[in-house]
Antibody, heavy 117, light 108 residues
Framework: QVQLVESGGGVVQPGGSLRLSCAAS????????MHWVRQAPGKGLEWVAF????????YYADSVKGRFTISRDNSKNTLYLQMNSLRAEDTAVYYC??????????WGQGTLVTVSS | DIQMTQSPSSLSASVGDRVTITCRAS??????LAWYQQKPGKAPKLLLY???RLESGVPSRFSGSGSGTDYTLTISSLQPEDFATYYC??????????FGQGTKVEIK
């Protein structure tokens, strides 16, 4: 069965950096695009970034463009999100999600990122 | 960017009730709409896609309809496990992938 397991969240000061990972199993990781979606405490879902199956194209929400970088290692079945210049408003649970025809068909359990001094 | 607006933001209903949630897009999205269910502390779960196609394993009491800019999610007979927050999401014009603000279904 499909499993997505995020890790790397934690508490970081404003301006700091953090790298999230998402370990995938149960499907051919190298054949699917992957997303990061976040959810601030008590708020709705916000799409963050997408990477094509082969890493050839990457897209970002305007709110994170220039600060976050999505990447993947298909040999390790792992998705990453490098987050730099973090702000208080980046505080959220970050989910990785598998793409199927532009929809999010499987989600990880999420990892909490808290940006606070 | 396409904006998605859900209504209502919350509703109270009883077990057995028929519940309808509406999602309106800022422009036509040609049925490129998905619905997700999220329970507290859990990840969202895909319910329907292409406006009306039920994801495998999702109970048939969930249905979707609509066209153009207006779409609905209907739960024909609300069950205790259906109390959750529901989100619509458009994928007609991406990036960005955009979600509605959510509709919380609470117990009456």
């Amino acid at each position: 069965q499909v499993q997505l397991v995020e890790s790397g969240g934690g508490v970081v000061q404003p301006g700091g950096s953090l790298r999230l990972s998402c370990a995938a199993s149960g499907f051919t990781f190298s054949s699917y695009g992957m997303h990061w979606v976040r959810q601030a405490p008590g708020k709705g879902l916000e799409w963050v970034a997408f990477i094509r199956y082969d890493g050839s194209n990457k897209y970002y929400a305007d709110s994170v463009k220039g600060r976050f970088t999505i990447s993947r290692d298909n040999s390790k079945n792992t998705l990453y999100l490098q987050m730099n210049s973090l702000r208080a408003e980046d505080t959220a649970v970050y989910y990785c999600a598998k793409e199927r025809g532009h929809i999010f068909d499987y989600w990880g359990q999420g990892t909490l990122v808290t940006v606070s001094s | 960017d396409i904006q998605m607006t859900q209504s209502p933001s919350s509703l109270s209903a009883s077990v057995g009730d028929r519940v309808t949630i509406t999602c309106r897009a800022s422009q036509g999205i040609s049925n490129s709409l998905a619905w997700y269910q999220q329970k507290p502390g859990k990840a969202p779960k895909l319910l329907l896609y292409a406006a009306s196609r039920l994801e495998s394993g999702v109970p048939s009491r969930f249905s979707g309809s609509g066209s153009g800019t207006d779409y609905t999610l209907t739960i024909s007979s609300l069950q205790p496990e259906d109390f959750a927050t529901y989100y619509c999401q458009q994928y007609y014009s991406t990036p960005p992938w955009t979600f509605g603000q959510g509709t919380k279904v609470e117990i009456k």
